[in-house]
């Protein structure tokens, strides 16, 4: 069998350069568009998602050293990421312990003394209530761009929980690598990675570094629920890789968005109250 060939007229090979430049270009842009999204972008829309008008939240704090845990628990108030609430309600030696929370400022009241203390300095960088996290964390807003200058570095799958049916499911999930480097010199983390999954837009892990390049704290985040048009992560894991066999993880065991919550709350005659 004799194989014949068609030898193209110039008028014809004209047309097929052009719909196979036409085409790779399409796919060329196909592919740059999936990193269209510029560091700074990304971490606005986590940030349009993750912020709420107010909340309530019941949450159970377990804090593991060497095996041990302790466990506490509380009841917080916010209003946007600036601005909130929280109350110890367990174990007896901390019930009643409260902390407010206004944009740079932070008070905490000891009811054994009865007193209410400013926390400032250096004390924002000790530990929070023997936990992994520290004061600096817990006063951390949603004007990190402020501080940081954002780029998008990389994408990779990492396993993120959910809640299906009552119970924690594993599914590995596509997220953006985000490098935050600071842009200010008083800031505690000199860099931080962040990932963010893709389609809900929600922080699944960060890692932590000191401008040493040392790696300081690795925090990860799941049991991603769906509040309406709402994705939010209730549970969150601190390790503090200066601090030898200690992890703390944060339960958020209920949780309500845009309540009423009446300005009183949010003001330093509640902490003595």
């Known amino acids: 069998m004799r194989v014949k060939f ?45 912020t709420y008008g107010t ?18 628990n509380m009841v917080s108030y916010s209003r ?7 109350e110890f309600t367990y174990p007896p030696r901390d019930k009643g312990v409260k902390y407010l929370k206004i944009e740079n400022n932070m008070w905490m009241y000891l009811p054994s003394v009865d007193k209410v203390i400013k926390i400032s300095g250096s ?10 996290f520290s004061y600096e964390d817990a006063m951390e807003s949603n004007r990190l761009l402020d501080k940081y200058s954002a780029r998008l570095v990389r994408s990779e799958t990492v396993p993120v929980t959910f809640r299906a049916a009552g119970d924690p499911v594993t599914r590995q999930r596509d997220c953006y690598v985000v490098e935050l480097e600071a842009k200010v010199k008083d800031v505690t983390y000199y860099k931080r990675l962040t990932w963010i999954d893709k389609e ?51 339960h958020i065991e209920k949780i309500a968005f845009d309540i009423y919550v009446p300005d009183s709350v949010f003001s330093q005659s509640a902490l003595t109250k």
């Open 123 to 132: 004390m924002l960088r000790q530990s929070m209530m023997g936990s992994d």
């Open 80 to 86: 946007g990421r600036d601005t909130s609430y929280s």
């Open 55 to 72: 909340s309530r939240f019941e949450s159970r704090m377990v804090i593991n050293v060497d095996g041990e845990l302790r466990t506490k």
């Open 6 to 50: 068609k030898i193209l007229n110039p008028k014809h090979q004209t047309v097929v350069a052009v719909a196979r430049f036409v085409a790779a270009t399409f796919i060329f842009f196909c592919a740059q568009n999936s990193f269209a999204l510029t560091g700074e972008e990304i971490m606005r829309r986590v940030d349009a998602n993750m």
């Open 200 to 250: 809900l837009l929600v922080p699944v892990r960060e890692d932590l570094f000191a401008m040493s390049g040392k790696l300081l704290k690795t925090m990860t985040l799941g049991d991603v629920r769906s509040f309406g048009s709402r994705n939010f992560p209730t549970y969150m894991k601190m390790v503090n890789h200066l601090r030898r066999n200690s992890f703390t993880e944060m």
